[in-house]
């Protein structure tokens, strides 16, 4: 597609599930960033790849969150033994590359019961 | 480290009134600025971006310029539509701490005709 994609639009999870929240970011871009948005919030980074280097996970708020980049293109990240505050949209972006104009997907609403 | 700080909202305005939504920032290096905006039921997009001092972004009758000097971006229109109703993003990118984005908190703006 010409955008960046997200699946699920939405999800709604029981507490202690794992969910996996998908990204496939516009063809050709390398760098790939994720993003949680809380109500209220602005939008928190959680986790910023670029090409084959290291992730930089600085943002992820726990270890219960993890993401990876498969063949440099799609995204999963991954929630483990989910809480009530992690409820957000999530939003992916890409760009061409550091410093680049970042494009968003649509974002996935994740509420945890 | 890095920051975003912008005007709190909601804000309401008639139409063909000015708009200015303040942001500063605080940085380790020398970012680039940008504004973000999302309307009802879309993802974030670019709006404008400044990537050095005095430099002036501007798209769709918006304006904001980078004073180092004060360190901010405001956002500026001179007057607005109801279609500009919109949730307004400011940020960053910093290249001295790895092409993270810090985003503000975000400024919801309503419009009437």
Redesign the interface.
């Known amino acids: 597609g010409a955008g960046v994609s997200q699946s699920p639009s939405n999800k709604v999870t029981e507490k202690g599930k794992d969910v996996e929240l998908r990204c496939d970011p516009i063809s050709g871009h390398t760098a790939l960033y994720w993003y949680r948005q809380s109500l209220g919030q602005g939008l928190e980074f959680l986790i910023y790849f670029q090409g084959n280097s290291a992730p930089d996970k600085s943002g992820l708020p726990s270890d219960r969150f993890s993401a990876e980049r498969t063949g440099g293109s799609v995204s999963t990240l991954t929630i483990q033994r989910t809480q009530q505050e992690d409820s957000a949209v999530y939003l992916c972006a890409s760009s061409l590359g550091p410093y680049g104009e970042q494009f968003f997907g649509p974002g996935t609403r994740l509420t945890v019961l | 480290g890095n920051s975003?700080t912008q005007m709190e909202g909601p804000v309401t305005l008639s139409e063909e009134a000015f708009l200015t939504i303040n942001c500063t920032y605080t940085a380790t290096g020398y970012p680039?600025l940008?504004w973000?905006v999302q309307y009802p039921g879309?993802?974030?997009?670019?709006l404008l971006?400044a990537t050095k001092a005095d430099d002036k972004g501007s798209n769709k009758g918006f304006e904001a310029t980078y004073r180092k000097e004060t360190t901010s971006f405001h956002l500026e229109k001179g007057s607005v539509q109801v279609s500009d109703s919109a949730v307004y993003?400011c940020?960053l990118?910093d290249?001295n701490t790895?092409?993270?984005?810090?985003?503000?908190?975000?400024t919801s703006l309503t419009v009437i005709p």
């Not at chain 2, 879309?42 to 670019?46: A, K």
């Not at chain 2, 790895?98 to 975000?106: D, E, R, S």
């Open positions: 975003v680039s940008f973000y879309e993802g974030l997009q670019l971006k993003f940020a990118s290249s790895g092409n993270q984005f810090y985003f503000g908190t975000g």
